[in-house]
């Protein structure tokens, strides 16, 4: 056992993952941001998190020395509400203090890895497709074809596949725009970066990567099949542009030094992603799945385990379970080889409210570490 996260990268890790096993427990964060200061200072050089890649890149202009308050960025920088967690705004206030004075190589960079995507909504593409056409500066109807931004973010756009914008006319016209856009974006790669800059082309691509996401997933929304296998299907589609955004992330950072990627458990292990929704049960590969099988030793996997919770509502692990074995191993919280926990079986006293997703053995057995929470800071919820 040990708080060093130092001893458990290996000189292979260039993309490590640090896991969350529910997004309503703050003392992740908090461990995260100790064990980030720790990595940059053997070598890290950027950190992604689960929040929108586009809205993300004006943290990074913050982090880096650009004009903004700290309250403007927490607003506008994040998607899913994570702009209103404490240990996301410590987190950028202490990335902007220590890039202060560094040269740009060696400045810390955030990014986010996710779109702007919420369960039963997604926005709708206009936005993306418009930045990366007038950065072409093409003479093309974006918002003609778009309609509404209301229509396609809607909860009833994702709910009900007869009412979503995503397989008609005027999204396959948006789809094919997009398409020729992006060709269009490395032909002409060249002469735009002439005119602009290397970072101006990589921020277009980035708002046109997005806008290609949510037509992608706006069209598994429209798919006029069964929920269960429609919301698989919209499962696996965010998780593919999680995992391209990843890659892409790398292939920008792989000069400056390895990456952090900090999300929940089920984005991020090497194993199928399961996750039970109402009465469906979706099983899908997930972004660290994904990267895993093409990255290989340069992927590295830790997970976090929560012990009890009150805020939560979480009890003690029973006797027998993984949590329950770390809970007696562990005082406060710690880092330990998932290989050595031994046997033992899956807590069964988790709610689909809480948000937590116990471990298992299948998943043990394809992850290098596990962090491991004994007990939870959340606040109970008034009344």
């Known amino acids: 056992m040990s708080q060093r996260i130092s001893d458990f990268v290996p000189s292979s890790c260039e993309l490590l993952a640090l896991g969350e096993p529910t997004h309503r427990e703050p003392g992740f ?8 200061a720790e990595l940059v200072a053997s070598g890290f050089r950027s950190i992604a998190l689960e929040t929108d890649r586009v809205a993300a890149l004006a943290v990074d202009e913050f982090v880096r020395g650009g004009h903004g308050t700290l309250d403007e960025v927490m607003r506008t920088g994040f998607s899913h509400e994570f702009g209103e967690l404490t240990g996301n705004r410590e987190l950028v206030a202490w990335l902007r203090d220590h890039n202060a004075g560094r040269a740009a190589e060696d400045q810390v960079g955030f990014h986010g890895f996710d779109a702007a995507m919420e369960t039963m909504s997604a926005p709708s593409p206009r936005t993306y497709l418009e930045f990366a056409r007038d950065y072409l500066e ?16 809607r909860t009833e756009a994702v709910l009900d596949a007869k009412v979503s914008p ?13 398409d020729d856009m992006l060709t269009l974006l ?6 735009r970066i002439a005119a602009t800059s290397l970072a101006e082309w990589h921020r277009a691509t980035i708002h046109l990567t997005a806008g290609i996401g949510l ?9 006029p099949t069964e929920d269960g296998v429609r919301w698989n299907s919209l499962a696996a589609a965010r998780d593919a542009l999680m995992a391209q955004n990843l890659l892409d992330i790398r292939a920008g950072e792989a000069r400056r030094g390895p990456t952090l990627v900090y999300s929940h458990n089920l984005h991020l292990r090497r194993n199928t992603s399961v996750m039970q929704m109402g009465p469906m049960e979706l099983v899908w590969a997930g972004a660290g799945a994904i990267v895993g099988s093409l990255l290989g030793q340069r992927y590295g996997v ?13 009890a003690e692990p029973e006797p027998g379970t993984f949590e329950h074995t770390l809970q007696h191993r562990i005082g406060t919280w710690g880092l330990a080889p998932a290989a050595e926990l031994g046997p033992g079986h899956t807590r069964t006293d988790a709610t689909q409210e809480q948000g937590y997703f116990p471990l298992d053995a299948d998943t043990l057995a394809v ?17």
């Open 29 to 36: 964060a908090s461990i995260r941001n100790e064990l980030f």
């Open 138 to 153: 093409l003479d093309v109807d974006i918002a003609g074809p778009a309609g509404s931004d209301e229509r396609w973010s």
């Open 166 to 178: 995503g397989a008609g006319p005027d999204a396959e016209r948006l789809r094919v725009l997009a």
């Open 186 to 191: 490395y032909t002409r790669a060249p002469e």
């Open 215 to 223: 037509l992608r997933y706006h069209r598994q929304a429209a798919a």
């Open 302 to 314: 830790i997970l976090g385990s929560l012990g009890r919770s009150d805020g939560l509502e979480l």
């Open 367 to 383: 992850t290098d570490t596990i962090l491991h929470l004994n007990a939870g800071r959340a606040q109970a919820p008034v009344g």
